[in-house]
T-cell receptor, first 114, second 113 residues
Framework: AQKVTQAQTEISVVEKEDVTLDCVYE???????LFWYKQPPSGELVFLIR??????QNEISGRYSWNFQKSTSSFNFTITASQVVDSAVYFC???????????FGAGTILRVKS | DGGITQSPKYLFRKEGQNVTLSCEQN?????MYWYRQDPGQGLRLIYY???????QKGDIAEGYSVSREKKESFPLTVTSAQKNPTAFYLC????????????FGPGTRLTVT
């Protein structure tokens, strides 16, 4: 069965610090997709990024960057120069083998203090 | 604007009553999903539907029921058989094809006393 582990339950940083959110996954698939979502206090999940298993290039989008390493089954998310607005719950997810469902990690609560 | 609506935002019910949560989408998506979120447990899948008039149980379907009579709508009923119904409920939709992200609604917080 597929599984996603986000070992960090909660992280607190001071504004402008860099922070990395860890995501480790388990799957028997050779083709799979990984996702990161952000859940701000309003409650609605916002899609951040999708990565397929054949593309191990790191991706950068503004202050956000993602490091995908198949060798360690990890898909970590780094926020550079964090801001208060980054405070949210972040979820990592993996699509199920039948491609119809997502398996979510437990989420990491990020608190950025000014 | 295209998106997913869930209503109401907050819902209060007495124990023993069934309650139906609304989810509507105008994204022309084939697939729709219901999740339950409890503190520290992430999102757990209740039911999902890939096509009208068809749906499948997720990981925690007991005590819940759904229908999918229209492509745009996927209501969830929390029955009195659900032992711990107080939670945050999220609805989402997607094209249903692999690799495509799910779009989420704003959620409904249900409190049963």
């Amino acid at each position: 069965a597929q599984k996603v582990t986000q070992a960090q339950t909660e992280i607190s940083v001071v504004e402008k610090e860099d922070v990395t959110l860890d995501c480790v996954y388990e799957t028997r698939d050779t083709t799979y997709y990984l996702f990161w979502y952000k859940q701000p206090p309003s409650g609605e999940l916002v899609f951040l990024i999708r990565r397929n298993s054949f593309d191990e290039q790191n991706e950068i989008s503004g202050r956000y960057s993602w490091n995908f390493q198949k060798s360690t089954s990890s898909f970590n998310f780094t926020i550079t120069a964090s801001q208060v607005v980054d405070s949210a719950v972040y979820f990592c997810a993996l699509d199920e083998e039948d491609g119809n469902k997502l398996v979510f990690g437990a989420g990491t609560i990020l608190r950025v203090k000014s | 604007d295209g998106g997913i609506t869930q209503s109401p935002k907050y819902l209060f019910r007495k124990e023993g009553q069934n309650v139906t949560l609304s989810c509507e989408q105008n994204l022309n998506h084939d697939a729709m999903y219901w999740y339950r979120q409890d503190p520290g447990q992430g999102l757990r899948l209740i039911y999902y539907s890939q096509i009208v008039n068809d749906f499948q149980k997720g990981d925690i379907a007991e005590g819940y029921s759904v229908s999918r009579e229209k492509k745009e709508s996927f209501p969830l009923t929390v029955t009195s058989a659900q032992k711990n119904p107080t939670a945050f409920y999220l609805c989402s939709s997607s094209t249903g094809r692999r690799a495509y992200e799910q779009y989420f609604g704003p959620g409904t917080r249900l409190t049963v006393t």
